[in-house]
Nanobody, 119 residues
Framework: EVQLVESGGGLVQAGGSLRLSCAAS????????IAWFRQAPGKDHEGISC?????GGRFTISSDNAKRTVYLQMNSLKPEDTAIYYC?????????????????????WGQGTQVTVSS
């Protein structure tokens, strides 16, 4: 059974940083793609990979294959970054680079972790 568990969210002041973690289990690591998304109240899921290049590089995604964990480092946080942050996974053969920003392409989701940025 595919399981994704996010952690590391919380309350942070504007300008601060957080590192989120997504611990994965239940599948062959090399066969799956994992992406980060966020969802603010009343809005659709937003792919973090699509933000990284257009938002001054405040978000960085990395992974530790030995720990089966994907990280999202978020710097210079703004109040508009407030959202629930999710990691999602699906078989790599089904996911293109463009799909990494498309929530509908992923079948497996974690429970999410809340990030709140105060002004």
């Amino acid at each position: 059974e595919v399981q994704l568990v996010e952690s590391g969210g919380g309350l942070v002041q504007a300008g601060g940083s957080l590192r989120l973690s997504c611990a994965a289990s239940g599948f062959t690591w090399d066969d799956y793609a994992i992406a980060w998304f966020r969802q603010a109240p009343g809005k659709d899921h937003e792919g973090i990979s699509c933000l990284s290049s257009s938002d001054g590089g405040r978000f960085t995604i990395s992974s530790d294959n030995a720990k089966r964990t994907v990280y999202l480092q978020m710097n210079s946080l703004k109040p508009e970054d407030t959202a629930i942050y999710y990691c999602a996974a699906d078989e790599s053969r089904l996911i293109t680079n463009h799909d990494m920003c498309a929530a509908s392409r992923f079948d497996y989701w974690g429970q999410g972790t809340q990030v709140t940025v105060s002004s």
